[in-house]
């Protein structure tokens, strides 16, 4: 656990480097946001907790990915949020979610897996610091960023990775539009000292700065037609991702 910010704390998993983050709030109460990714490291980040005087009191998912809506029972009878959007894109695809989950990280319990309450406004409710919810599309229907003002934190979900490409929603109308038009609302929030990215390593706002240019940058030669020069690509996965974000342009 990195402790990126007073009272916010992040863990990395071991699995595509999955991070999990805790906001600390009122009385030991703790916001949890998108809990990953093994059962192992669930438990872990339970022990944690409660060795820390820690206790889940509500939950956010950052978007309708499996390895985002996880949950156990150790973490407690929480309500959990999204925004309305991924709360419906989780219920329409959740038997291939499901099924995705238990193949890459078994042995979840399906009755706590995302168990999502819808939230419309802007702002998560809890007793801790003040946690906006930054809606875009870019990378998932309803992808909801969570931006704490207080501590410039911005837990920007599967966008801002210093290990991954843009990973476009491919099913979305304008998958490139989209895209940018996310990474833009991301880059235009005021008062970013630390991203978390769902996937690689927090960094500070220069670090921040430097890959909203490199994710932008990626876009504009993919959308000129020429090969970006982008060190992310180097892991094969993602090399197979950008054949199909290329493919797109040629449909
Ligand atoms: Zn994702």
Do not use: K, N
């Amino acid at each position: 656990m990195d402790e990126v910010a007073p009272g916010v704390f992040v863990a990395t998993a071991g699995l595509y480097a999955t991070t999990t983050t805790i906001v600390a709030g009122a009385g030991g109460g703790c916001l949890v946001i998108d809990p990953a990714v093994t059962v192992a490291d669930l438990a872990a980040l339970a022990s944690w907790l409660s060795s820390r005087g820690l206790r889940p009191v509500a939950g956010w998912s950052t978007h309708p990915h499996w390895d985002h809506l996880l949950w156990s029972r150790a973490l407690g009878d929480v309500v959990r949020y999204g925004t309305p959007r991924a709360v419906a894109a989780a219920a329409s695809q959740l038997p291939a979610l499901v099924s995705e989950a238990a193949q890459a990280a078994p042995g979840h319990d399906p009755a706590l897996f995302a168990r999502l309450e819808p939230l419309s406004g802007r702002e998560i409710g809890w007793a801790g610091p003040r946690a906006m919810v930054i809606p875009h599309d870019a990378h998932a229907p309803g992808h909801g960023a969570v931006f704490l003002p207080a501590a410039g934190v911005l837990v920007a979900g599967d966008m801002c990775s210093d290990a991954e490409i843009p990973l476009l929603d491919l099913d979305a109308a304008d998958p490139f539009g989209g895209y940018r038009h996310g990474l833009g609302v991301l880059a235009g929030l005021p008062g970013v000292r630390v991203v978390v990215p769902g996937h690689g390593r927090p960094g500070d706002a220069a670090e921040f700065r430097r890959r909203v240019a490199a994710d932008f940058g990626y876009l504009d030669a993919v959308e000129a037609g020429r090969e970006p020069a982008d060190p992310r690509l180097a892991a094969g996965w993602l090399r197979t991702e950008h054949d199909r974000q290329r493919a797109l342009l040629l449909e």
